[in-house]
C-alpha cells in the first residue's frame, strides 16, 4: 500500500516562499507519478504540479511561474516551491500518487495524503 506524508505547511506572508515536501513508501514499481493538489476553503480541489520517475514535470496552466515541483525518485520524494505566495494560495495541500504515468487530474491518482496547510497572510 502506497503511502503518502506531506509536511512543510505553514503560515508564510504575502510575497513570500514556502517549500512543502511529500514522503512517499510502498511503491512496488519504479514507473509512477506524484503531485500536488490543492483546495482552498469553499472551493473544489485543483491540480498544482507533478512529477513522475521517468523526470518529467507538468504543471496546472494556472500555476505555471511560481511554483517549482522536483522528485527525488529515489527517495520517493516530491517537493514543491511556491514563490511570491499570494492570499489567493491559501489552503490545504494535498499530495497525491499512481502507479503509472497520468497527467495533473486527480481522477487519475489512486493514493492520497493527508494534507497540510498553507496559509498565506496578506
Known amino acids: 500500500q502506497v503511502r503518502l506524508v506531506e509536511s512543510g505547511g505553514g503560515s508564510v506572508p504575502a510575497g513570500g516562499s514556502l517549500t512543502l515536501s511529500c514522503s512517499g513508501s510502498g511503491f512496488t514499481d519504479n514507473k509512477y507519478t506524484m503531485a500536488w493538489f490543492r483546495q482552498a476553503p469553499g472551493k473544489g480541489r485543483e491540480g498544482v504540479a507533478l512529477?513522475?520517475?521517468?523526470?518529467?514535470?507538468e504543471y496546472a496552466d494556472s500555476m505555471k511561474g511560481r511554483f517549482t515541483v522536483s522528485l527525488d525518485s529515489g527517495k520517493r520524494t516530491l517537493s514543491l516551491k511556491m514563490t511570491s505566495a499570494r492570499p489567493e494560495d491559501t489552503g490545504t495541500y494535498y499530495c497525491?500518487?499512481?502507479?503509472?504515468?497520468?497527467?495533473?487530474?486527480?481522477?487519475?491518482?489512486?493514493?492520497w495524503g493527508q494534507g497540510t496547510q498553507v496559509t498565506v497572510s496578506s
Open positions: 512529477g513522475t520517475s521517468d523526470g518529467r514535470t
Open positions: 497525491a500518487a499512481s502507479d503509472w504515468y497520468v497527467g495533473i487530474d486527480d481522477d487519475m491518482f489512486k493514493y
